[in-house]
């Protein structure tokens, strides 16, 4: 049986540097574009050259090698002719395969927003697509509010999608641009676009995630036959987000249902880099990914529950939709006080550590486990810590250096002009070798200067730990009152992009910070040596 393309569309440097918080440089759009050309997306549409000087500087040259690179711009204004348009020309004079114009298709938006009538919007998809076509690129139509358009005046809707088909048009995108359409809607429309002369293999879908359907609103265009999706990494977008192409892309190719009908370009091999893709663009946006993300989240194939965690280990269908392997993730079952020996066994596996199931050793690892998380630990959450837990009480890790004690010193006072500031100073002692040495810092608050002062002499290891980060840094109390315990969960990174968490819990949030960090050096120092496991250091 011959599977249909669906055609991947990405618009996370367009549609997603909309999202609030996020500013691409040219630097940044250059190296997504090459994430995505070298991923395998069909289309990688890069903004609107002649917005800003970003964009216009990022369209001087072809930024894709396979993927089609797009341009994105308006239709050319009502009594402008398509040659004299400024905004239509900077789209034709930059080095794209495609061009991708924005068209209003619903009445009240061409009466409100463009102040012309309908049939002058109408001559303006008419000559923008002529124009674009006739200069040797391909033409997208992006048919803004097509959804609420229709709803509204069905007649006219169609008539945008229509002229712009007739045009010369490759694709013609139906985009619910406010995000509200429900599934059954969109399937619904989409036929009755395709009922009235417009083909399937023309169309797209361009949905955004205001009511959280997106993804589903995007599948149910596709089975009525559109064979476009637009989309982004890890759905960013403005407002609530856009469809989630790192979401649909193994959802099209592992589920029966779809990919039984259907191809994309990324095929199996490829699907195995999702995973790196989305935790890469993640890192470029310098924010931790999301664990809970489908797919491709530390959390999508993890199991907390003891008995979950007993069924999975004899097969892991009983809790598992899709092979983590191939979307380049991987099963994890966490250790937790709601976990039984299966947990614990398949996490020292993991690690690399062989433990027999009736081995005492296990049994007392379960009970300081349990009793830390009574005291509010929380494992789950640290696995770099539970590894450091786990080697010490079933056998041994190396003495990198001993503490001896350290001291946190605020002061709040003047500057020399007059300006009140606050000062941290930290003071750490450490025995390494059988050497005392006292390391002092100053820092931005007083973890930071603890961390500082912690790393800034480490004697033989300093070179160890040039490139070890802290990236992300939580607190959780955990009872009420200003002498509530603490729970401190960091976040560290290493030069090869390796992520692990730690965690430290006191009544004292520095010395909960400081349990922490002391962790993340030791484990930096053992995955140096190879003597730390995969799970923890992902």
């Not at 890069?46 to 894709?64: C, H, I, L, S, V």
């Not at 050319?76 to 004079?93: E, F, H, I, T």
Request: aromatic letters at 8%; a negative charge; one cysteine or more.
């Amino acid at each position: 049986m011959t599977r249909e393309k669906i055609h991947l569309f990405d618009t996370t440097l367009r549609d997603g540097q909309q999202t609030p918080g996020i500013d691409f440089s040219v630097e940044d759009k250059i190296a997504i574009s090459r994430l995505l050309d070298q991923f395998g997306i069909d289309y990688v549409e890069g903004g609107y050259p002649g917005a800003n000087p970003t964009d216009t500087a990022f369209f001087t040259e072809k930024r894709t090698r396979k993927a089609k690179f797009v341009a994105f711009g308006m239709t050319k204004r009502a009594g402008v002719s398509a040659a004299n348009d400024p905004g239509l020309a900077a789209l034709l004079q930059s080095k794209t395969d495609a061009i991708c114009l924005v068209a209003k298709s619903w009445d009240y938006h061409v009466r409100v927003a463009l102040g012309c009538t309908n049939e002058e919007n109408l001559q303006s998809i008419r000559e923008s697509v002529e124009a674009v076509t006739a200069s040797g690129r391909e033409a997208l139509i992006d048919c803004e509010h097509f959804f609420d358009g229709y709803k509204a005046n069905p007649g006219y809707a169609l008539a945008c999608a229509r002229t712009a088909f007739e045009a010369g048009a490759r694709w013609v995108v139906l985009c619910d641009t406010n995000g509200g359409s429900q599934p059954n809607e969109v399937r619904d429309i989409v036929s009755a676009v395709i009922a009235a002369g417009i083909p399937g293999a023309a169309l797209g879908i361009h949905a955004h995630d205001d009511t959280g359907q997106a993804i589903a609103n995007s599948l149910a265009a596709v089975e009525a036959g559109v064979r476009q999706i637009q989309g982004t990494l890890n759905g960013i977008g403005e407002r609530c987000g856009n469809a989630n192409l790192v979401t649909l892309i193994p959802t099209l190719a592992l589920k029966e249902t779809y990919s039984s009908r259907f191809e994309t370009a990324i095929d199996a091999e490829r699907l195995t880099e999702l995973t790196q893709l989305s935790h890469a663009f993640d890192e470029l946006l310098n924010r931790s990914p999301n664990h809970q993300s489908p797919y491709v989240g530390a959390s999508a194939f993890a199991t907390k529950a003891g008995i979950h965690a007993s069924a999975l280990l004899k097969d892991p269908r009983t809790y598992e939709h899709v092979v983590p392997e191939s979307v380049g993730n991987f099963r994890k079952v966490m250790v937790s006080d709601q976990g039984g020996k299966a947990n614990f066994l398949n996490a020292l596996k993991r690690r690399g550590i062989e433990v027999a199931k009736d081995d005492s050793r296990l049994d007392t690892l379960i009970s300081i486990v349990k009793q830390r998380e009574a005291q509010g630990y929380a494992y789950e959450g640290a696995d770099a810590s539970f590894e450091l837990l786990a080697r010490r009480t079933l056998g041994t890790i190396p003495s990198f250096f001993e503490i001896d004690g350290f001291r946190v010193m605020v002061e709040r006072r003047f500057d020399a002009n007059g300006q009140m500031k606050t000062v941290s100073e930290a003071v750490v002692r450490l025995v390494i070798d059988g050497q005392r040495i006292m390391s002092v810092a100053e820092g931005d608050g007083p973890v930071n200067a603890l961390d500082l002062a912690l790393r800034k002499d480490l004697g033989k290891f300093n070179r160890e730990i040039e490139d070890l980060e802290l990236v992300d840094y939580k607190v959780r109390i955990l009872n009420g009152g200003t002498e509530a315990i603490t729970r401190v969960l960091i976040e560290s990174m290493d030069g090869d992009g390796t992520r692990w968490w730690t965690v430290g819990v006191s009544e004292n949030i520095i010395d909960a910070s400081f349990q922490a960090l002391i962790d993340s050096i030791i484990y930096k120092l053992m995955k140096n040596r190879h003597m730390a496991g995969r799970l923890a250091a992902e």
